[in-house]
Each structure stands twice: as structure tokens, then as C-alpha cells.
């Protein structure tokens, strides 16, 4: 009997536990699953063009108009020099280059910069670039500043240049040794990252490293050589001085690390703007689409709005549906249908000791660019210690006092049916067609609207000298303005408008005394149309 009760007791035990170690079997499945499913990317975006081309810019990048960002890293230790930004290029050519390095016709035998790097540093067979990345330790580095500086600038969004053509990562990496926190002991791109969101900006990372295959060829006739540099240098491969081909090619190795050193910044600090700077349109195609694929899809992810700025040298290489057309230190002629991007230095792109550019000359730009539909990229350029340079926070803040007054005919505002009057035009469209200071004249004038098409602004691009404003566009007899006036004021200024409109004409009051340096812009209410 005692046998029969232990055999039932056993009997018992066992299905108990096969029960429960079920139980727990489908239990740690289903953790297992939920776990996979928490890190899984949702293939929402395929990598192929017509998938990506859904993709269109977000609606706080068309709202935002103005952002700022750094060119930071070893660079700077030679170009406070007054020399130019492309050092690690520039150090190693005997001969001065143009960027497809053909050799420039006024070159002398040995180049400027190849003789300032051995005067400065030593030779470049035992000093090279990867010395220079050594020697640069920015001990005054401070994320919270730089943020509050820009915010108080009136950027709406911001971030630092996360690598440069020469390779060097300026955040914590794991693809890579040559990365600032291994070097440096600090993650600029991760710091920034806490220190923008605080302010409540949108974040931004710059990529230049699609380039990076062709910026250190000449490096391999002097430390290059050594294959334990190769990381850093790219390994050895022909680049043809015709001035209409990059041949060599990179390679599929080279590629795929491109895409990597893009993945981990995009996984770990999840920007809101990623832009391109000029080669991403010499890599592959099937690269491009990987990795336009990823972003769009780790932004689905992460439920963020991503936009993805791209630059054409020589074609275009995306759908412009899916990025933002960038100008490098240029702008459009004309509001275009699409939200485009200048980028453009206070002064160097890397610190160089050139004095800032004025406020009001970036107020113009900006201005302008907006009532075209674009938004403004300001370089900010720090001293090799990470301080910014007193000048530039000087103008940075004089754009944000104009900005706290005048912010609302910018900031969320749409273009209107004409962008511009006045006598200044732009020479031609596209790159490197901007004026460095300020140009425009009180004849000169912008419009922008509010979004719901109730509010236009008129903005003049500099101080009247007389009390009368003139606004040759606004006369009826050229139709824009086709809906009847409620109010006119002066934004920041409290006294009473007269103004006038015939059919060559609107002419507005301009007060005496009104407080501003450089822009003014009347704010005009229009009567809402009926629906009767």
C-alpha cells in the first residue's frame, strides 16, 4: 500500500513540474519574443527608391527656419593658423589641389601648407594626422554652454559636426578607435545631445565622411604607409587629378564601414536632422539606399520625424522628395516648393582667427532665405581649446535679440506668392553665391505669411532714413495682394501705422523713434474670407 501512495505521489510530482516547466518554457518564449520585438526594427521603409521617396520633410524642419552647428576636431590646430580648413588633405600634397585633386595652375613646387605642417608640427613621416588627432584636447569643452549660447541665439535646431572628411568620430565609438572619447576622454556628439534637448531644440548630427575614402591619399607616400594606420588613412588606392572622375572608387569594405560609423550614431543618439555634406553621391547606390533605409526606419522606431539633408556637387542622388537640398554658402534665387537648407560659417568653417561676420548680415541671409521657403544652417567655429570665440557670441546674440522681437515673421511662417522686391539680387543660384556681410538696402524687401494665411509680413531688409516705407508689390494693380487689409502695425513698436494702398503702391508710416539696428517688419492682419 505505502508502495501504491509513493508511486502516486511521484506520478503527481511529475506532471506537476512537466506543468509548470511548460508554464515557464512559454513564459520566458514569450519574454523572448516581446524582448525581440522591443529591439526589432519595423521594416517600414524598404531600401529601394520608390519606398524611400514616401519619406517627405518633417513639418517642425519647415517651421523651425534656423539652425546651428560646429565644425570641431583636430583640424583646428593647425587652421588657427590662417590656414586652410582641409588640413589633413592639404598637409600631405606638395602641390596645392582642388578637391578632385587636379593640381592648381598657379601651384608652387611645394605648397604652403605642406611646408607650415613640418614648421609647425615636424615631418609628416613621423607627425601625421594621426598625431595631430592625439594632440587635441580640448580642456574647455562645455556642452550646457554652447547650448545655451545657441538657444539664446535663436537656433530651433542644433548639434556639432559628428566627423569630418578625416575620419575621427567626435563621439563615443565602438567601430572605431579613432574616436574623441578614446582620444580625449570626451563624447562631444553625446554631451551636446543631453545638453540640446534640455533647451528643447531639435538635434542634429553633420556626416563628411562619405569623402573620407579620397581626403588622405597623398598620406600614404609618408606615415600612411603603415598598414596599422590604416583605419584611419583608408588603405593605399589610385585617385585620378582628371578633373571630372574619382577613380578609384571606394571599395565594398570601406562602404560598409561608412555605414556602420552612420548606424551606431543614429542608434545612439537618435538626431532629428541628419545632413550630408558632398560625396555621398560618389558612394554606391545600394549603399545610399541602405542607409537611407535605416535612418527612416529607426526614426519610425523611435516615433520621430526625421530629415535627411543631402548636397549635389554633381547630381542628384535621392529622390528630393525623401531629403533636404542643401547650399553650400549660397541660396535659391526664388521660392522653391520644397523646404532647402543653406548652410554657412560665421566665419571659418574651423577657427581660423577670421572676425565674425555681423549680425546683420546674418539677418539679411536668414530673411531672405526663409521667404523662400528654406532655413538657415549657421557654422559656429570653436577655438581648439572648445571655447567659442567672443565675436561670435556677440553676433550670435545680436541675431537672437532680433529674433526675440522679430521671430514670429520667421519662425512657423510659410512663403507667400512672391518672395521679394527691391533692387539686390543674388548673381546666380545654387552654391557659393552668398554675400559675406550685409548688402541689402530699406528699398529691399521680404514676404513671408503666417500658416493659416491670415497674417502676411513685410519685412524691410534695412533701417528706412526717411518715415515713409514703400512696398511697390503690394499695390493693387499687381493682384497679390488680393484680400482686404484688417490691420497694419509694426512689430515692436507701439505706435499707430498710416498706411495707404493705390493701385502702384503701399506706403507705410515708419516711426521716429523705434528701437532695432536692422530689420523691420510691418504685420499686416488680413480679413478672413468668407465661406457665404
Known amino acids: 500500500m505505502n508502495l501504491i501512495k509513493s508511486i502516486l505521489l511521484l506520478t ?23 524582448d525581440k520585438e522591443k529591439h526589432e526594427v519595423k521594416k517600414v521603409y524598404k531600401e529601394e527608391w520608390p519606398s524611400i521617396a514616401r519619406h517627405s520633410t518633417p ?27 582641409w588640413w589633413g588633405w592639404a598637409m600631405y600634397n606638395k602641390k596645392q589641389k582642388y578637391w578632385t585633386n587636379a593640381v592648381r595652375p598657379d601651384s608652387p613646387d611645394t605648397s604652403r601648407e605642406f611646408k607650415l605642417h613640418q614648421e609647425l608640427f615636424g615631418d609628416q613621416n613621423v607627425y601625421g594626422y594621426k598625431d595631430l588627432i592625439m594632440d587635441f584636447q580640448p580642456d574647455k569643452f562645455d556642452a550646457e554652454e554652447w547650448a545655451n549660447l545657441f538657444f539664446k541665439a535663436g537656433a530651433k535646431f542644433s548639434g556639432p559636426m559628428g566627423c569630418h572628411h578625416d575620419n575621427f568620430m567626435l563621439w563615443d565609438s565602438e567601430v572605431t578607435r579613432w574616436n574623441m572619447k578614446r582620444t580625449a576622454g570626451i ?32 598620406s600614404h607616400k609618408y606615415d600612411g604607409a603603415n598598414p596599422e594606420y590604416q583605419d584611419l588613412y583608408c ?25 556602420k560609423k552612420l548606424e551606431e550614431a543614429a542608434i545612439k543618439y537618435k538626431p532629428d536632422l541628419f545632413w550630408f555634406d558632398m560625396g555621398l553621391e560618389l558612394l554606391s547606390d545600394d549603399i545610399r539606399k541602405k542607409a537611407y533605409a535605416m535612418i527612416l526606419n529607426n526614426g519610425e522606431q523611435n516615433q520621430q520625424e526625421i530629415g535627411i ?13 525623401a531629403g533636404i537640398l542643401d547650399f553650400e554658402k549660397g541660396r535659391s534665387q526664388s521660392a522653391r516648393e520644397d523646404a532647402w537648407l543653406t548652410d554657412t560659417p560665421l566665419s571659418g568653417w574651423f577657427y581660423n582667427g577670421r572676425k565674425s561676420r555681423s549680425s546683420e548680415a546674418i539677418i539679411e541671409i536668414l530673411i531672405d532665405i526663409v521667404s523662400k521657403n528654406g532655413c538657415l544652417l549657421l557654422d559656429v567655429s570653436p577655438k581648439p581649446d572648445g571655447t567659442i570665440p567672443n565675436d561670435q557670441k556677440e553676433t550670435l546674440l545680436g541675431i537672437g535679440e532680433w529674433l526675440k522681437v522679430n521671430g514670429e515673421a520667421i519662425y512657423n511662417t510659410r512663403p507667400w506668392v512672391i518672395a521679394e522686391e527691391g533692387p539686390t539680387k543674388l548673381e546666380k543660384d545654387g552654391h557659393f553665391n552668398e554675400n559675406w556681410e550685409a548688402i541689402y538696402t530699406e528699398r529691399d524687401i521680404r514676404y513671408t505669411q503666417s500658416k493659416d494665411h491670415n497674417t502676411l509680413y513685410v519685412i524691410v531688409m534695412d533701417k528706412p532714413t526717411t518715415n515713409t ?36 503702391n503701399m506706403t507705410f508710416s515708419f516711426p521716429k523713434n523705434i528701437n532695432g539696428k536692422h530689420a523691420f517688419c510691418y504685420k499686416l492682419k488680413l480679413k478672413k474670407v468668407s465661406n457665404n
Not at 510530482?13 to 519574443?33: A, G, R, V
Not at 524642419?61 to 590656414?83: E, M, N, S
Not at 539633408?309 to 528630393?320: A, E, H, L, W
Not at 497679390?480 to 498710416?498: A, D, K, T
Request: net charge negative; proline share 4%; glycine share 4%.
Open 12 to 34: 503527481i510530482l511529475f506532471f506537476s513540474n512537466h506543468i509548470n516547466c511548460q508554464k515557464k518554457s512559454q513564459q520566458n518564449l514569450s519574454e523572448t519574443i516581446e
Open 59 to 85: 513639418e517642425w524642419f519647415r517651421d523651425a527656419k534656423f539652425g546651428i552647428y560646429t565644425h570641431f576636431g583636430p583640424a583646428v590646430l593647425a587652421t588657427q593658423h590662417q590656414t586652410t580648413e
Open 187 to 218: 563624447d562631444v556628439v553625446g554631451e551636446l545631445e543631453k545638453a540640446i534637448r534640455a533647451k528643447n531644440m531639435k538635434y542634429l548630427i553633420t556626416f563628411h565622411h562619405a569623402f573620407s575614402w579620397w581626403f588622405f591619399t597623398e
Open 235 to 259: 588603405k593605399p588606392h589610385t585617385f585620378s587629378d582628371d578633373p571630372d572622375s574619382f577613380g578609384e572608387y571606394p571599395d565594398a569594405e570601406y562602404e560598409d564601414l561608412w555605414f
Open 309 to 321: 539633408s543631402y548636397k549635389t556637387k554633381f547630381d542628384i542622388c535621392i529622390p528630393p522628395s
Open 469 to 504: 516705407v514703400v512696398a511697390k508689390k503690394l499695390g493693387k494693380g499687381f493682384e497679390y495682394l488680393s484680400r482686404e487689409i484688417e490691420s497694419v502695425s509694426l512689430i515692436g513698436s507701439h505706435e499707430n501705422i498710416v498706411w495707404k494702398q493705390n493701385e502702384t
